[in-house]
């Protein structure tokens, strides 16, 4: 099973963009779906995570801008980005939680990561 993102760049402050996580397995293998980040020299955080079950959080820091949705047609899932600030600048790696067992038990599937820069 692989996730690859796709729509990392480089934007000035205030821009947009979106980002695309397509899986090569249907997206509905996974207990949830989302989006988490790294700063430079940071740790990774969690920016947006959507459920099977539909429901969705956010962040404190991105909720408003960014939103987070799936095309289960496509097996894709996207963020897209508004009103983007410096302080968003990271690499952004898709998640996917695939239930591997009939009680639910899940393991953590990542994407090789796409690298939003935003300039001020």
């Known amino acids: 099973v692989q996730l690859v993102e796709s729509g990392g760049g480089l934007v000035q402050a205030g821009g947009s963009l979106r980002l695309s996580c397509s899986a090569t397995?249907?997206?509905?293998?996974?207990?949830?779906m989302g989006w988490y980040r790294q700063p430079p020299e940071k740790q990774r955080e969690l920016v947006a995570v959507?459920?099977?079950?539909?429901?969705?959080n956010y962040s404190d820091t991105v909720k408003g801008r960014f939103t987070i949705s799936m095309d289960n047609a496509k097996d894709t899932v996207y963020l897209e980005m508004n009103s983007l600030k410096p302080e968003d600048t990271a690499v952004y790696y898709c998640?996917?939680?695939?239930?591997?067992?009939?009680?639910?038990?899940?393991?953590?599937?990542w994407g090789q990561g796409t690298l939003v820069t935003i300039s001020s």
């Open positions: 397995r249907s997206v509905s293998s996974f207990s949830a």
């Open positions: 998640n996917g939680k695939l239930v591997v067992n009939v009680e639910g038990s899940t393991v953590d599937v």
């Open positions: 959507r459920t099977s079950a539909g429901i969705i």
